[in-house]
């Protein structure tokens, strides 16, 4: 009779096989045996960060590569430093397994005073905080470990959200009672889904002009295929809005382009909210960023929803109807193909100035459209990269990464990590301001350590450009940071072999972008901008407001 295995071993052999080959994560003595069965691992391999802050986003990052992700902190202290980040991966659908090693049992049942407590004798006083952060979450024992994780592993798949894994020390090295759990049933479409394909067909089949609004959880879900082609049966135009940018390549012939409600170009408005039927596949997350300040103007009457695992259509709800069936079967039954093609795009032209001009966000942001490349996973940070970068075309098959719904600064250079280690095959490229990459700057050692190339760019405009723009004055004291030297960061942080600059001048950035484009190398390039040098989404808020206060 074969040796049973002990629990945290049999976690981590469970996780290893939905795909996860990393562990992000912190030590700390009350998670050692599990930090422990993953350093043993053949499978999953201990990528130590800096701060659970910074191994909670890389984490986010995975996920959404990979589909899922593994993160380990310990009790108390460690798992609610990561709490943040976790709770952003709730808010943005990323299937992240938080496993969390936690004091013995034995010392539990006897209330015994002990560190990273409130000195109590209570050991359950962060396990529901924590369990607010995700979708699901389980205390692990020898006798339920694997009943549990089918559950807590189905569920988190099924809402592609975070689940929350405790076990004790004293537990995690006892053996499990059972390796042949009762498989959880996964989730399934009901009688519903008939129905709701007929209502859409239905609807389909009464307008004269429809238009498909993507979702970001497409991609979560890796349902683009499915969706692109009931896109091509439907010969209808699509668009996105910043939250989904890259959801779908930019270069389909029906891509209409970039939607934000009135901030759309005259091309898009006509074909998203000028349409007769507006399908919003897999659930937009219709905030302010991505409504352009909530100036989307589409009518609830023409709007249906196909979400993760229901159908909206007006006052009715098809449920359960999972959205990955829903396409396959909608394919089927298109009555009619509308025959959109998007307008051409039109040739850009090179990016213009002198050598000697100092760098503008109006000549910055095209030189980055140019130096994007196929299949690119470009990650972009809360506030000005992400206005100045949502309205640049991609080119096939890139996509971009990035966290408007939670919005939490910092995200993207932790987030970056995860996503370079998650298909080391394609270029990371982060863009990022310095306000933001303060708070995670040393996830780039990380990457150094595991021997990433990222490229990465770093705007310097002394402070937070974004908190300036929505402000009438932006000269805050609140507003301003230390004046860091942010091209030496890679060296201190121990990266080898990286190239590094300093930029201010488009020579000296074309220069550096040229090196950059090598791809022999990681790449960090400190770009120096101006205080209030707002991209153009950004500008035009900060005038709005300063039209407001002057009214007041």
């Known amino acids: 009779m074969s040796k049973q295995p002990n629990v945290a071993d049999y976690i981590v052999r469970r996780l290893a096989r939905e795909g996860i080959t990393d562990c992000f994560g912190v030590a700390g003595d009350f998670a050692f045996q599990v930090d422990d069965a993953v350093a043993r691992s053949e499978a999953i391999r201990w990528i130590g960060c800096s701060n659970e802050l910074d191994a909670a986003y890389a984490a986010d990052g995975y996920a959404r590569v990979r589909g899922c992700s593994l993160l380990s902190t310990t009790y108390a202290v460690g798992e609610l430093s ?80 975070p689940a929350y894994i405790l076990v004790a020390g004293d537990f995690a ?6 390796t042949d759990p009762t498989p959880y049933p996964k989730p399934a479409s009901g009688p519903d889904l008939a129905k709701a394909v007929q209502a859409i067909t239905e609807r389909i089949q009464a307008a004269r002009s429809v238009a498909v609004l993507p979702a970001y959880t497409v991609s979560r879900f890796k349902l683009q295929r499915s969706l692109q082609v009931l896109i091509e049966a439907l010969g209808c135009p699509f668009a996105v809005t910043p939250m989904e940018k890259g959801v779908l390549s930019e270069t389909h012939a029906q891509f209409a382009g970039t939607y934000t409600g009135a901030g759309s170009s005259p091309n898009v408005l006509e074909a998203i909210e000028a349409a007769d039927l507006v ?51 909608l394919v089927k039954s298109v009555p009619k193909k509308f025959g959109y093609s998007a307008p051409r795009r039109q040739a850009h032209a090179k990016p213009g100035g002198k050598p000697s001009d100092p760098i503008t966000a109006a000549n910055l942001y095209p030189r980055y ?21 949502f309205p640049l075309p991609l080119p096939d098959g890139a996509e971009v990464q990035t966290a408007p719904l939670w919005g939490s600064i910092g995200w993207a250079t932790g987030a970056a990590l995860g996503v370079a280690l998650a298909d080391p095959s ?117 005038g709005r407001l300063d039209a407001l206060y002057a009214n007041d």
């Open 82 to 161: 990561a709490l943040n980040g976790v709770m952003g991966a709730k808010a943005e659908r990323s299937c992240v397994f938080h496993l969390v090693g936690m004091p013995t049992m034995r010392n539990q049942r006897v209330g015994k005073i002990i560190h990273h407590t409130l000195g109590d004798g209570v050991f359950q006083n962060f396990a529901n905080i924590s369990a607010q952060a995700a979708c699901v979450s389980a205390v692990i024992t020898p006798d339920n470990c694997a009943h549990e994780m089918e559950r807590l592993i189905a569920t988190a798949r099924a809402e592609s959200r």
């Open 369 to 389: 459209r140019d130096f994007f490349k196929p299949k690119d996973l470009i990650v972009l940070e809360s506030g000005s990269s992400n206005s100045g970068t």
């Open 173 to 178: 090295l006892t053996p499990v009672t059972t």
């Open 426 to 542: 394609r270029r990371t490229i982060l863009i990022t301001g310095e306000g933001s990459h303060q708070l995670t700057a040393t996830a780039v050692g990380t990457m150094g350590r595991y021997g990433l190339k990222p490229i990465i760019f770093v705007l310097n405009n002394e402070g937070y450009m974004v908190e300036r723009a929505l402000e009438a004055d932006p000269d805050w004291v609140y507003n301003d940071l230390a004046a860091w030297n942010y091209h030496a960061l890679p060296a201190a942080l121990g990266c080898q072999g990286w190239f590094t600059a300093k930029v201010s001048m488009l020579g000296e950035l074309d220069a550096s972008l040229d090196r950059a484009a090598k791809g022999d190398s990681a790449c960090y390039i400190e770009v120096v901008g101006g205080k209030t040098d707002y991209p153009a989404g950004l500008a035009a808020a900060h």
């Open 279 to 329: 399908i919003d596949a897999g659930g937009v997350n219709f905030n302010e960023i991505n409504t352009g300040a909530y100036t989307s103007r589409l009518s609830p009457e023409k709007l249906v929803t196909i979400d993760v695992d229901h159908v909206r259509i007006g006052n009715r709800i098809f449920n359960p109807v999972q959205m990955g069936d829903l396409f396959e079967m």
